[in-house]
């Protein structure tokens, strides 16, 4: 997933009203300003309640969906290999949300907070907080491209990592 195809997604996301935030890899780029590594894919959080209308867009714009782990995550795939990775959240008044995890009594928190502005090719963009990705970076054995990310946070923020 290049720089252009992640701000044509999210312009057409944009277009159908639809609030949308980057996460992962592209997540952590954004914040930094600026492309670090390459990626596979695009992390978007989306409004659970707009998920009909981002389902319509992606599909027009020839997406289809290749995986289903609702209510947690889906995966909609384009002709071409570019993938979305889409994780619907549930806001509360305050502005903080949720979002499902495998474990139904254990959901994923997003304080309002996390919420944040970053920038991709200069353009600015909805994306998560540093913090925020830094909570999603725990518990597993990480990845390079984990390692590489935190270390991006790390620098850019002077922020302690788990890994």
Do not use: N
Request: hydrophobic share 40%.
């Amino acid at each position: 997933m290049r720089a252009d195809d992640v701000r044509a997604v999210l312009d057409l996301l944009r277009r159908t009203g639809a609030d949308v935030w980057i996460g992962g890899g592209w997540g952590v780029d954004a914040l930094i300003g600026e492309q670090t590594r390459d990626h596979h894919d695009l992390d978007l959080m989306h409004r659970e309640d707009q998920e009909e209308a981002v389902l319509t867009a992606l599909r027009g714009a020839g997406f289809a969906e290749t995986l289903d782990q609702r209510p947690v995550r889906f995966v909609m795939t384009a002709p071409d290999g570019r993938e979305i990775d889409l994780h619907p959240l549930v806001f509360a008044d305050d502005g903080s949300a949720v979002q499902a995890s495998p474990d139904p009594g254990k959901p994923f928190p997003y304080p309002s907070s996390a919420f944040v502005t970053g920038t991709v090719e200069g353009t600015p963009v909805a994306c998560l907080s540093a913090e925020q990705q830094v909570f999603f970076h725990q518990g597993y054995a990480p990845r390079d491209r984990d390692l590489h990310d935190m270390a991006r946070l790390r620098r850019a923020f002077g922020i302690t990592t788990h890994f």
